[in-house]
């Protein structure tokens, strides 16, 4: 249940990050039509950092959740620093944009 809560917990920290600016819609979710949608309304660069930061995170988290049933790995343990080290630079390229 701990890795569940804690994958939740990321996806919700990446949303508020994402949301903190004020864009035409705010981003709802990490699935990739939530994510290529939210770009296309807000205008942003498919090929840019933000865009790259949030798929790579989103795909990470879709991931993890798919191994949420199997003893946690070394390989699960890494992506979860990995998925903590997107948001903060999905942080960095909010806080650099607003």
């Known amino acids: 249940m701990s890795e569940f809560n804690n994958r ?28 290529d949608r939210w770009m296309r309304v807000n205008k942003i660069d498919s090929s840019g950092g933000l865009a790259h930061a949030i798929h790579e995170a989103a795909d990470k988290l879709f991931f993890l959740a798919n191994k949420s049933q199997e003893q946690v790995t070394e390989e699960y343990r890494l992506l979860s620093v990995e998925v903590s080290e997107l948001t903060q630079r999905i942080g960095s390229i ?5």
């Open 8 to 35: 939740i917990d990321a996806q919700r920290l990446i949303l508020s990050i994402v949301n903190r600016k004020r864009w035409d819609e705010e981003l709802f979710g990490l699935s990739k039509g939530t994510i």
């Open 94 to 98: 909010i806080a650099s944009i607003s």
